[in-house]
C-alpha cells in the first residue's frame, strides 16, 4: 500500500473541501467531524468537481444536477449520481493528508 500526500490539514475546513489529483485520479478531501475523507471528486452523471458542490451534515451535492453522496460511504443517495463512488483510505502524517488509491476491480 503506498500512502500518497495529498494536502496539508490546514487547506481542509468542513465547509470547503479540498481538491487534487492523485496518481491519475480526481479527489476530494473532506472534513466531516474532525475526520478526513477522501473520495472521486468527479460526479458520474456528468463532468463536475463534486468537491464544488455544497456540503452539509456530511453529504455533498453536485453543483451541476444536484445529484447528492454521502461523503463517508461514497453511497448515491440521490439521482441522477447513478453510481456510489470510489472512496479513499486517509490518514494524517506530519500535518499532511495521505491517501492510498486502490484500483477498483
Not at 472534513?31 to 472521486?40: K, N, P, V
Not at 455533498?60 to 447513478?82: I, K, N, S, Y
Amino acid at each position: 500500500m503506498s500512502w500518497k500526500n495529498v494536502c496539508e490539514v490546514s487547506q481542509v475546513k468542513e465547509d470547503f473541501p479540498y481538491s487534487a489529483t492523485v496518481d491519475g485520479k480526481e479527489v476530494g478531501v473532506y472534513l466531516i467531524d474532525g475526520q478526513y475523507y477522501a473520495l472521486e471528486d468527479v460526479c458520474p452523471h456528468a463532468y463536475a468537481l463534486l468537491s464544488q458542490g455544497f456540503v452539509d451534515d456530511g453529504k455533498v451535492e453536485c453543483p451541476l444536477h444536484e445529484a447528492l453522496f454521502d461523503v463517508r460511504t461514497g453511497q448515491c443517495l440521490r439521482e441522477p449520481g447513478g453510481r456510489d463512488l470510489q472512496t479513499f483510505p486517509t490518514r494524517v502524517i506530519d500535518n499532511q493528508i495521505q491517501i492510498t488509491v486502490i484500483e477498483e476491480e
